[in-house]
Every structure is written in C-alpha cells, then in structure tokens.
Nanobody, 125 residues
Framework: QVRLVESGGGLVQAGGSLRLSCAAS????????MGWFRQAPGKEREFVAT????????FYTDSVKGRFTISRDNAKNTVYLQMNSLKPEDTAVYYC??????????????????WGQGTQVTVSS
C-alpha cells in the first residue's frame, strides 16, 4: 500500500505560480512512476503530467507544456508539479497518482495503482 498526500494548492491570480508537492509513504517510492491529474467542476478527470521512476522521462498534456514542470526527489519520497503562468482554466482539484512500474510512465488514469486525496488550485482572472 502506498499513501499519497498532496499539498501546495491555493488561490493565485492569473499569471502567478504554485508548486504542488506529493509526499509518498508505505513502499519504495523509487519503484513507482508518478502522475498528476486534475478535475475541474463538472468535468472529467484529465491527465496533466507524468514522470518515470528515475525522473529521466516526463510527458505532459499539451495545454500545460512550457508552463508546468514535473520533478521528483526519490530521497524525499516526493514528486512536485511546478506551475507557472497559471490561467483560470487551470482551476481544478489536482491529484497525484502512483504506478508500480520501472518501464513506463502512463498518461491514463486507470493505469495507476494509488491516488491521493487532492489539493485545490484556484486561479482568479
């Protein structure tokens, strides 16, 4: 079992920045690929970014490329999402997820094994 706890959400003006953190516990963090997803009110959950267990491979949804950066610190069992140039359409609950895999870094939610409770990000115009 892996427990994931997100933090760092909040209210920010358009153009601002936030850094989300996801702290993992329970199993060997470095065995897991990690992902960030988000869900806005009335919308389906969507993929944001993913990172391989080593941190060498990343993948982003088109709408956040060049603005968001996913990274990880395996020594701290933490994955991060640096969000810059935020837009009102980035408003959502952001979730981190973990997949026990050394070979891929998926972008589909159903590929992930564990999920956090989420942290709210609100971007005002």
């Amino acid at each position: 079992q892996v427990r994931l706890v997100e933090s760092g959400g909040g209210l920010v003006q358009a153009g601002g920045s936030l850094r989300l953190s996801c702290a993992a516990s329970g199993r060997t963090f470095s065995n897991y690929a990690m992902g960030w997803f988000r869900q806005a009110p009335g919308k389906e959950r969507e993929f944001v970014a993913t990172i391989s267990w080593s941190g060498r491979n990343t993948f982003y949804t088109d709408s956040v490329k060049g603005r968001f950066t996913i990274s990880r610190d395996n020594a701290k069992n933490t994955v991060y999402l640096q969000m810059n140039s935020l837009k009102p359409e980035d408003t959502a609950v952001y979730y981190c997820a973990a997949k026990n895999s050394a070979h891929d870094w998926p972008h589909r939610g159903y590929d992930y094994d564990y999920w956090g409770q989420g942290t709210q990000v609100t971007v005002s115009s």
